[in-house]
């Protein structure tokens, strides 16, 4: 899979694609992310890529014209690619939607800058736009960051165990369950007996009901849409859920 973000920070990126999984994923060559540095579209001598707002108000906006040939340059080159921009008015970013963009083959990331991007840019070029929380970034390079490693966890090859990521929270609409590692007993804490019982049965289905505890508990509003079978039902109901 292949990202290419624009940015006019490219060296923002320098050290986080170095990093654990990512780096492991681009030296598999699973991942490739390129960076194309905005002002390298610019025209003037200072490399401008804000103006002020038409209507007067606060900050500056990110113009036009360096982002359309920006954009129309990176499209020019195959494979096919989604545009998506981040803005905190885009589809809120989940494992959903984590999921449909990791079958693409190639996304550009825009990130904005300032008080955001001119929006006949967002209007011209943009598939989809994304946010990663109601709340407001400085720019939209934490988020490529953020959109990047979720999406990597996902892609075949990436994590040792293939059911690694199935296992994540919110994979199958749920939170995951607490785990535990040596020492067995640790401040006079001790890991649960049914860990170490060797009984995988017992295990798992320890696991589930405290899956479905902490999601009941934490974020009831995630059952609606979690995959859920009678038993899981049951059990739910008896810790006082109303759903059906
Ligand atoms: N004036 C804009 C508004 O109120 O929506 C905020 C602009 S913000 C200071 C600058 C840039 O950061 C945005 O253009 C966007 O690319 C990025 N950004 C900020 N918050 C974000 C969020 N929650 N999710 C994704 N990107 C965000």
New binding site residues.
């Given amino acids: 899979m292949l990202f290419d973000i624009v940015t006019i920070f490219p060296d923002f990126f320098d050290s986080p694609l170095k990093m654990g999984m990512i780096r492991k994923a681009i030296e598999k060559e699973v991942l490739k992310v390129k960076t194309t540095d905005l002002r390298n579209f610019t025209s003037d001598r200072h490399r401008t890529t804000d103006d002020r707002p038409y209507g007067g108000g606060e ?1 500056m906006i ?1 113009t036009p014209p360096p982002l359309s040939r920006a954009i129309t340059t990176l499209q020019s080159v195959p494979p096919e690619a989604k545009v998506v ?6 589809r809120v ?1 989940n494992q959903e939607l984590a999921l449909e963009l990791s079958c693409q083959k190639r996304i550009i990331l ?8 001119d929006e006949r840019i967002q209007e011209r070029f943009c598939d989809l736009e ?11 390079e ?2 490529a960051l953020v959109l990047i490693e979720v999406i990597t966890r996902l892609l075949p090859g990436v994590l040792g165990s293939p059911c690694s990521a199935e296992r994540d929270s919110f994979s199958d609409g749920l939170l995951e369950y607490p785990q535990y590692t040596r020492p067995r007993i640790f401040m006079d804490m001790e890991v649960p007996q049914v860990l170490v019982s060797g009984d995988h049965a017992l295990i798992a289905a320890w696991r589930r009901r405290r899956s479905l505890e902490t999601t009941f508990e934490r974020r009831p509003d995630l059952l609606g849409k979690a995959s859920l079978d009678d038993s899981d039902k049951e059990y739910l109901r008896s810790l006082g859920w109303e759903g059906d």
């Fill in positions: 900050g990110m921009f981040f803005t905190p008015r885009g970013l825009i990130c904005g800058r300032y008080e955001g991007i994304i946010s990663i929380g109601d709340y407001v970034l400085s720019g939209g934490t988020a």
